[in-house]
């Protein structure tokens, strides 16, 4: 288990409201910002806020460059890409799959393959390409259980595939596909076969090296690892990012304009920048990216090993816990170590999740009730309805302690609601 010293780092859990600190639970949502991202951010605002040195040439200028281009060897040093010029800087995982959507060159027929139970922002810009006739989309379905169906993904390959885009961690329960086997068997199918990661739930808690696996690109948030909001990385292999002009199955730019150019005419087609700048239209975020490397190595000393670990002691003890309740219902594989860092479940009588939500809310325990970006999973189950799920998720400055308060809240809001509504019967969640 990892030391309480960790929390000393982040002052907002050493507040109280009701004379009761908090308890956050909802890392999966947005984790927590310690005082070195923070101080990285405030003094770019402090003592340095000026443009980088693409725009201007100036001691401002010249310090913010240099903290970008750190920020980029940071990033590219916490997912071991080969080089920093594969790091694009976007706003979120949302953005850099929108990237991918709208630049990588398909052809008519294409088909895309993602899982069955997608975040909306791996979901969306397929089913909006599809509706434009440019490709065929595709799900995998999962076993029972909710764990990844190679044989699915088997029977779902074919000729057309020529994109696989998948959620490594799923933020619905915490499960993390076989990447490495998956990539493998694409592979084996049709080596030009390209896949797409959304790391947004995988890179915060867990070793995730590009290189191993072998993986085309990969999109994640920052303000899912301790960093600042708005913020979102693109890993691109560096094969994708050649010359649009000369290379016709590099990556097409997407957003362009400001800080993407070398030239342009008034008649002839932009000289763009190379990659990354080519994809970074616009006066960027510098204090997120600055936020963004000291993020990175922020996680990085921690150690990813030791907080998957810390997180799977606590899993273990919250699944052992709500397990003692027939009213709870929990999504996914029943193995904790299986579902990382989520514990997320249904309330199986009508009106218990918002009853026992309440509860959590009187006690400080912060835990996201409903859907999660995941409706198509739901919709899919038939329990979107009238049974909204609570998801508890965890990260490295959480506790044993704060475990055990939020397993006694659980049960004296499921007792209570149980003597005030003796009639109200379990149901069978899943249709």
Not at 10 to 25: D, S
Not at 156 to 174: K, M, Q
Not at 410 to 422: G, Y
Request: hydrophobic share 35%; charged share 25%; net charge neutral.
């Amino acid at each position: 288990m990892l030391t309480g010293h960790i929390r000393d780092d982040f002052p907002c859990l050493r507040q109280e409201r009701n004379g009761k600190p908090p308890v956050y639970f909802d890392n999966a949502c947005m984790t927590l910002k310690p005082n070195p991202v923070v101080d990285a951010m405030m003094n770019y605002y402090r003592y340095f806020p000026g443009c980088s040195g693409h725009r201007s040439q100036h001691w401002f200028a010249e310090e913010v460059g240099q903290r970008v281009q750190q920020a980029r060897e940071d990033i590219a040093k916490l997912i071991n890409a080969r080089s920093p010029r594969e790091i694009i800087f976007t706003r979120n995982t949302s953005e850099g799959i929108n990237l991918i959507a709208r630049s990588f060159r398909f052809r008519q027929g294409d088909i895309v393959l993602t899982t069955d139970r997608e975040h909306n922002s791996n979901l969306c810009p397929w089913r909006n390409l599809e509706a434009e006739g440019i490709i065929r989309h595709y799900p995998i379905f999962s076993n029972a259980d909710n764990t990844f169906s190679i044989e699915q993904l088997k029977h779902a390959l074919s000729e057309r595939v020529r994109l696989v885009s998948l959620v490594h961690t799923s933020n619905l329960d915490g499960y993390t596909i076989p990447a490495e086997e998956i990539i493998r068997v694409c592979r084996s199918y049709n080596p030009q076969i390209r896949i797409l990661l959304d790391g947004a739930q995988s890179v915060p808690h867990q070793v995730v090296d590009v290189q191993k696996l072998d993986v085309d690109f990969l999109a994640f948030s920052v303000h899912k690892m301790c960093g600042p909001t708005g913020m979102g990385v693109l890993y691109v292999k560096q094969e994708w990012l050649a010359d649009p002009k000369t290379n016709q199955e590099s990556l097409k730019y997407f957003l362009v304009g400001g800080g993407t150019v070398e030239d342009t005419t008034l008649n002839g087609f932009p000289d763009y920048l190379s990659a990354p700048e080519g994809f970074e239209a616009g006066l960027q975020d510098y204090a997120g990216i600055i936020g963004a490397g000291a993020a990175a190595r922020y996680v990085m000393g921690i150690g990813r090993e030791q907080i998957a670990l810390h997180e799977h002691e606590l899993n273990k003890y919250l699944t052992n816990q709500l397990a003692r309740h027939e009213e709870i219902e929990i999504i996914g594989p029943q193995d904790p170590v299986l579902r990382g860092s989520v514990i997320c479940f249904f309330a199986r009588k009508t009106g218990l999740a918002e009853y026992i939500v309440d509860w959590y809310d009187r006690y400080n325990i912060m835990v996201r009730a409903g859907w999660f970006c995941v409706h198509s999973w739901f919709n899919m189950k038939k329990a979107i309805r009238d049974f909204p799920a609570i998801r508890a998720s965890l990260y490295c400055y959480n506790t044993l302690a704060e475990c055990k308060t939020f397993a006694e809240v659980t049960s004296l809001a499921i007792k209570d609601f149980n003597e005030k509504h003796p009639n109200r019967r379990l149901e069978k969640v899943y249709g």
